[in-house]
């Protein structure tokens, strides 16, 4: 795949990295057409080190950190990858109800492994329930896009044998849950790459 930054992608490593990016923009990015401005949000300042890392890899461009008050903006203006990135699936403007998982992405296992990952790691949330003296673990996902949910429910099951339960609450949100056995298999198959997330579940493991 030859990106228009100049910059062919080749072999499944950088695929796995360029998927990863593309659920990351789709879970927390918006392409605006005025600037061409391509825009992340993410509070953890250690996540951002991550993503423009990556992003640097795939389309030999920096984003530029800009740190505000309750998260942080990565940024970029650039036509080409504006236009790269519109054609392997993120839509401009407001996308969040109509997202779905890429077709190029939904056919391959190493590159949905990675984009659940990112997605994880952006709309995910690591819970830890008290019941008495016992102690429950719950990964749960989110998105404002039904058919996103659904997809990923059915990739989870089908590709990696992955249950999850799948919801809708009050607020509008579409959420899955993974637990009991399927956890670990989760953590097995699926790469999270989130500080704080990481940290969570290391210590509900260990305490």
Known sequence: ???????????????????????FILADGTLT??????????KNEKMCKIIM??????????????????TNI???????????????????GEKSHKVRI???????????REFIGAW??????????KFGKRRLLRLVMASKSEKLIRELSIVLKKKFGICTWKWKEKDGIWRIEIKNSHIKNFLKEI?????SKIQKIKEFFIS
């Open 74 to 92: 990565l940024q970029l203006k650039s036509k080409e990858i504006f236009i790269q990135l519109t054609k392997l699936g993120v839509e401009i």
């Open 191 to 195: 790469p999270s790459r989130h500080p």
């Open 120 to 129: 994880f790691d952006a709309e995910g949330t690591v819970k830890v329930r």
């Open 53 to 70: 890392k990556k992003f640097k890899k795939i389309f030999k461009k920096d984003l530029k950190l800009i740190k505000r008050i309750n």
């Open 33 to 42: 057409l005025k600037g061409f401005r391509i825009q992340i949000s993410e």
């Open 102 to 112: 890429p077709k190029w992405i939904l056919t391959h296992k190493s590159l949905l």
């Open 1 to 23: 795949m030859c990106l228009q930054s100049g910059h062919t992608v080749r072999g499944e490593n950088d695929l796995g990295e360029l998927a990863w990016i593309i659920s």
